[in-house]
């Protein structure tokens, strides 16, 4: 498997994501750059955390116009797989890969600390190979993570089972006290219709090696490497 | 071609939970504005444009605004002439 990753003028979790597919055996890794107008021969998109153009009007509003985000479009389209961590997410919301949108963390404040989360569909290729009523523990930074989805976008999540990821504590229980950031229903991360496009705020990549504290990153990056 | 000057005003949708303008209200409340009942937050972006008509410049603002200056999911917009 060929990861490919996404870096744009303002990431900087690109090297994060190179290394946890190197050291975890995942397959190989290579850069994408912002203005290519292909993916060459990459199986997997990843589109890192950062602050892409400076996070200027909105988180992910000006990276969505990238030109590699019309090769990204047309593999999603096509049904390749991929991931959008923290400002990847932002710039999946804002290219309307994803639905909803983010808005200010709820106590207004950037936030970088550990959070641990369930996953609500262990089905989709990202998430099935995370064992049930596993807490995954994985860092989160950002101010923009408060997500949001109106009555009728948060219905059809549920109804299809395209929340991927919710808030929870270390037991398992998904509650108020642990939603960081505000998000409606603790949603840490989302997938497409289709399935084959995740978004999270938290950073898997981050928790790919035991030396920062956590290798439960790696089930959701070991999930897309298994047989369906 | 003339050149224009217009407004384009982007606000939360009625309904978005609006954090910086509820943090900006408790601190008004706190230092004893106790009438203020909500405060919203907006973002003005004056644009200086070329186009033949100030309907035209309008027109063009307005596009501006849909494909990137507002976010449909949350945010709504309006736009006008900068006096």
């Not at chain 1, 303002?10 to 994408?32: E, M, R, V």
């Not at chain 1, 990847?88 to 994803?98: D, K, P, R, S, W």
């Not at chain 1, 290729?125 to 064992?131: A, C, H, K, V």
């Not at chain 2, 070329?50 to 063009?60: N, P």
Request: proline share 4%.
């Amino acid at each position: 498997m060929i990861y490919g990753i996404v870096v744009f003028p303002g990431s900087n979790c690109d090297y994060d994501a190179y290394q946890a597919i190197k050291s975890a055996g995942l397959g190989q890794a290579k850069y994408l750059w912002h203005d290519a107008a292909d993916l060459g021969d990459c199986d997997l998109v990843i589109l890192p955390g950062g602050f892409s153009y400076g996070d200027y009007l909105r988180a992910g509003a000006i990276a969505r116009f990238s030109p590699i985000m019309r090769a990204v479009t047309r593999f999603a389209a096509l049904g390749g797989p991929v991931i959008g961590i923290c400002n990847g997410f932002q710039i999946l919301l804002e290219a309307g890969l994803l639905p909803g949108a983010m808005r200010r963390n709820s106590g207004l404040r950037f936030i970088c600390k550990d959070v641990y989360l369930k996953a609500e569909n262990r089905d989709s290729i990202f998430t099935r190979g995370i064992p049930a009523d596993k807490a995954l523990r994985m860092p989160i930074a950002h101010a923009e993570g408060n997500y949001y989805g109106d009555a009728e976008t948060l219905n059809d999540l549920k109804a299809k089972g395209r929340v991927a990821f919710r808030y929870c504590n270390s037991d398992g229980v998904i509650d108020s006290d642990s939603n960081p950031n505000g998000s409606v229903d603790n949603i840490a991360g989302i997938i497409n219709d289709a399935g084959n496009v995740l978004g999270l705020m938290p950073h898997p990549e981050r928790a790919c090696d035991a030396l920062l504290g956590s290798t439960d990153g790696r089930l959701i990056f070991e999930s897309i490497g298994k047989a369906g | 071609m003339n050149r224009f000057k217009i407004r384009v005003e982007v606000r939360f949708k009625e309904g978005v939970l609006d954090p910086q303008g509820e943090t900006i209200k408790n601190a008004l409340v706190n230092l004893g504005y106790t009438g203020v009942s909500a405060v919203s937050t907006a973002k003005l972006f004056i644009l200086e444009l070329a186009a033949d008509t100030e309907d035209q410049a309008l027109q063009r603002a307005e596009e501006m605004a849909a494909k990137l200056l507002a976010n449909p999911v949350i945010e709504r917009y309006s736009v006008g002439p900068q006096k």
